[in-house]
């Protein structure tokens, strides 16, 4: 299998079919988890999945985005009370090693129905065509992640996101580079400043490309989880989830 099929298959079993034994079978037993509330290894999932089961919970996929021996699921979980609430998106990343999901990231955010811009946090264009295009793609977001976000050339916004059409996720942030630009004054004059400090995974697939950056909400330390469409050099379209990053985990691990 692919590590496409093989992240795919191993949702499927722990959220799907609540299987244990095909969970074994796909997950490494050294299963390294940067979950917050999960402890690391394989075993402590094998042995919630019959309180997931119990729990009602479901998992609907929107994306999936794989590079190599990373692969991206940009999801919703329903009944997710075990996770926290009772509908969340999330972002998880995993990396597959042979054969079997050897790590695991993930991001979950509350779901938001009323939103800024009208959109829901988890529609929006799902093909991944211009494939040809990945490792420029790529780049481009790169050098957005190094200038805009992370705040060295933050005027060359336009040479990144799109002046005519920017389709917008988040749900307090509107359409188009005038919604961002005023999302972003008002989250500053509100204390809750958005700041990026480093960005250790970066995952591109033709038209899309996620990335995974540590950073500050404010002065608390925030996971930034974010997804990005280009169209002909530029991005137009974005969705993304934000949580807190807690001093304390079940390992040492740590978020990233």
């Given at each position: 299998m692919t590590p496409r099929e093989i992240a795919l298959s191993a949702v499927q079993a722990i959220f799907a079919d609540f299987d244990q034994a095909k969970a074994q079978s796909l997950l490494a037993t050294d299963y390294i988890q940067h979950n917050v509330g999960v402890p690391t290894?394989?075993?402590p999932i094998i042995g919630f999945i019959p309180a997931l089961k119990e729990s009602g919970i479901r998992c609907t996929i929107h994306r999936v985005i794989c590079e190599g021996d990373l692969v991206v699921l940009h999801g919703t979980y329903e009944n997710a009370q075990a996770f926290g609430g009772d509908t969340l998106v999330a972002f998880d990343v995993f990396r597959v090693e042979d054969g079997k999901v050897a790590e695991h990231w993930d991001n979950l955010q509350p779901h938001v129905t009323q939103t800024a811009s009208g959109h829901g946090m988890t529609d929006g264009a799902a093909d991944i065509k211009?494939?040809?295009k990945t490792a420029s793609n790529k780049v481009l977001i790169e050098g957005f992640v190094r200038e805009v976000l992370q705040g060295r050339?933050?005027?060359?916004?336009?040479?990144?996101?799109s002046t005519t059409h920017y389709t917008q996720h988040n749900p307090l942030v509107a359409d188009g580079l005038d919604?961002?630009?005023?999302a972003m004054q008002a989250f500053a004059e509100a204390g809750q400043a958005m700041t990026y400090a480093r960005t250790p995974l970066i995952v591109a697939e033709g038209n899309f490309v996620f990335t995974a950056s540590e950073g500050k909400l404010g002065e608390i330390p925030t996971a930034f989880f974010d997804l990005f469409r280009i169209e002909d050099g530029k991005i137009v379209e974005h969705w993304d989830t934000l949580s807190t990053i807690p001093d304390d985990m079940p390992h040492s691990n740590g978020k990233f």
């Amino acid at each position: 299998m692919t590590p496409r099929e093989i992240a795919l298959s191993a949702v499927q079993a722990i959220f799907a079919d609540f299987d244990q034994a095909k969970a074994q079978s796909l997950l490494a037993t050294d299963y390294i988890q940067h979950n917050v509330g999960v402890p690391t290894g394989a075993e402590p999932i094998i042995g919630f999945i019959p309180a997931l089961k119990e729990s009602g919970i479901r998992c609907t996929i929107h994306r999936v985005i794989c590079e190599g021996d990373l692969v991206v699921l940009h999801g919703t979980y329903e009944n997710a009370q075990a996770f926290g609430g009772d509908t969340l998106v999330a972002f998880d990343v995993f990396r597959v090693e042979d054969g079997k999901v050897a790590e695991h990231w993930d991001n979950l955010q509350p779901h938001v129905t009323q939103t800024a811009s009208g959109h829901g946090m988890t529609d929006g264009a799902a093909d991944i065509k211009d494939l040809d295009k990945t490792a420029s793609n790529k780049v481009l977001i790169e050098g957005f992640v190094r200038e805009v976000l992370q705040g060295r050339a933050p005027e060359r916004v336009t040479d990144y996101i799109s002046t005519t059409h920017y389709t917008q996720h988040n749900p307090l942030v509107a359409d188009g580079l005038d919604g961002l630009g005023a999302a972003m004054q008002a989250f500053a004059e509100a204390g809750q400043a958005m700041t990026y400090a480093r960005t250790p995974l970066i995952v591109a697939e033709g038209n899309f490309v996620f990335t995974a950056s540590e950073g500050k909400l404010g002065e608390i330390p925030t996971a930034f989880f974010d997804l990005f469409r280009i169209e002909d050099g530029k991005i137009v379209e974005h969705w993304d989830t934000l949580s807190t990053i807690p001093d304390d985990m079940p390992h040492s691990n740590g978020k990233f």
